[in-house]
């Protein structure tokens, strides 16, 4: 008994005197409160925000991703809507993983804009190969306003029999359980109105394939994970699942004919409605086998576009929220406070940042990664530098490139006109 207060005597000094440290230096702080020091406490809730939102994905991401459900035929019937421009070697795998995917009441909804679009051969034959799959294939007849993807699906919106709507782009392979997931998540509240599925990519080998998984493992997939669990808006329309009345109530799909990323307006008007939205347990496996640098950085200034168009206050905060602005910001302001070394700071924030991406990484993959360690840093410090330049460049040039358009876009999203190019 005498040992153990004695082991106890010392810890709880230590603790006694590093609280008496931190309530001195408080203290000095509030005595000595200038504008430099404000700047430096606000660094440091700000970039401490940032470690929460790590900390938040990945507990979250370990508790919510990769649950699996049992067969329910209770569940309602899901109507698919794949929207399909042109093919590649991939399309054929994406698409039969729809074909043969297990559930007891579905329908495959294919849009196309035209009958002369090259994948409608693997479609039809994909028809052929599954005769006992329910399937529609639309050709787009009119346009109902700007935006080609709320063009080429309205008709199948319209003409869909079942009360959940799916969305799922061309480029998305499911897992055999994957509509179930998502049919299973909906309805397990009443106000549950749209759930989307985290943006992944499948395996695949190449390098602009491998940085692209880093990309979508780490820096989007915990926006996505902290977002969700913080009742944040930020559904994708590369695979989602919403109620068909609850959108209806909106006004349907033609209502966000003239505004970009339907689907964060899908979520914002559900939301103004009462409706909340959610992740399901599964990511969203993408698969297009045409990924290089090039068409990846498009891809990300395109949605680093829209997100300056909807919401113009990330133009202030998005450039600092990456590793290395973000530990500039916490290492010069924590010296300013309390007179610690730069460098040491900095590196610890280094590598608490790159273990927490990759530990959320690992969550998203569901075990092992396909790349080394190594390989997994060097990526990870591509996407890390990559950033601010994809990010200026989007802030230089206004302008949405997609598919065979050019959108100008009004601040809040909605398109002002299009350009065929």
């Not at 606000?42 to 470690?51: E, N, Q, T």
């Not at 990759?358 to 890390?384: A, C, D, H, K």
């Not at 989007?394 to 190019?421: T, Y």
Request: with cysteine.
């Amino acid at each position: 008994m005498q040992s153990s207060q004695a082991m106890e005597a010392p810890f709880f000094a230590t603790v006694s005197s590093l609280m008496s440290w931190i309530v001195l230096e408080i203290e000095k702080l509030i005595e000595n409160l200038d504008t430099a020091t404000c700047f430096a406490i606000i660094g440091v809730v700000f970039v401490g925000a940032l470690y929460l939102i790590h900390v938040i994905a990945l507990c979250y991401g370990i508790f919510h991703l990769h649950k699996i459900y049992e067969p329910d035929a209770t569940l309602p019937g899901v109507s698919i809507i794949k929207p399909i421009m042109g093919t590649d070697e991939n399309l054929e795998t994406n698409l039969t993983s729809f074909f043969t995917a297990d559930y007891h009441q579905f329908e495959l909804l294919f849009c196309f804009h035209s009958p002369q679009d090259d994948a409608v051969p693997v479609v039809k034959a994909l028809i052929e190969r599954y005769p006992d799959v329910d399937v529609t294939i639309f050709f787009q007849e009119h346009e109902v306003g700007f935006n080609p993807k709320i063009n080429n699906m309205n008709a199948a919106y319209m003409g869909a029999k079942y009360p959940l709507i799916m969305i799922s782009d061309s480029t998305i392979f499911t897992r055999p359980d994957g509509i179930l997931d998502l049919a299973k998540r909906i309805m397990s509240e009443e106000k549950l109105g749209l759930i989307t599925q985290i943006p992944y990519c499948m395996d695949r080998v190449g390098l602009a394939n491998c940085f692209e998984q880093v990309f979508f493992g780490t820096s989007h997939a915990k926006i996505y994970l902290a977002g969700n669990f913080l009742g944040f808006n930020c559904p994708t329309g590369m695979s989602s699942i919403f109620k068909k009345a609850a959108l209806d109530q909106c006004g349907g799909m033609v209502a966000f004919k003239d505004y970009m990323a339907e689907d964060y307006f899908f979520g914002k008007n559900l939301a103004a409605r009462g409706y909340k939205s959610g992740i399901s347990n599964q990511p969203a496996l993408q698969n297009s086998a045409a990924t290089t640098f090039t068409s990846f950085s498009n891809r990300v200034g395109r949605w680093a576009k829209l997100r300056i168009a909807m919401m113009p206050q990330v133009i202030l905060v998005e450039p600092l929220q990456d590793c290395f602005p973000a530990g500039i910001i916490m290492a010069l302001s924590v010296h300013y406070l309390f007179d610690i070394t730069v460098p040491m700071l900095f590196v610890i924030h280094f590598f608490f940042w790159l273990s927490m991406d990759y530990m959320i990484m690992r969550v998203m993959q569901n075990g092992p990664l396909t790349v080394s360690l190594i390989q997994f840093i060097g990526f990870w410090l591509l996407r890390e530098f990559s950033s601010p330049v994809i990010f200026i460049k989007a802030l230089m040039e206004p302008s949405v490139r997609w598919r065979n358009n050019i959108f100008h876009v009004k601040w809040g999203g909605q398109i002002r006109d299009r350009i065929s190019c």
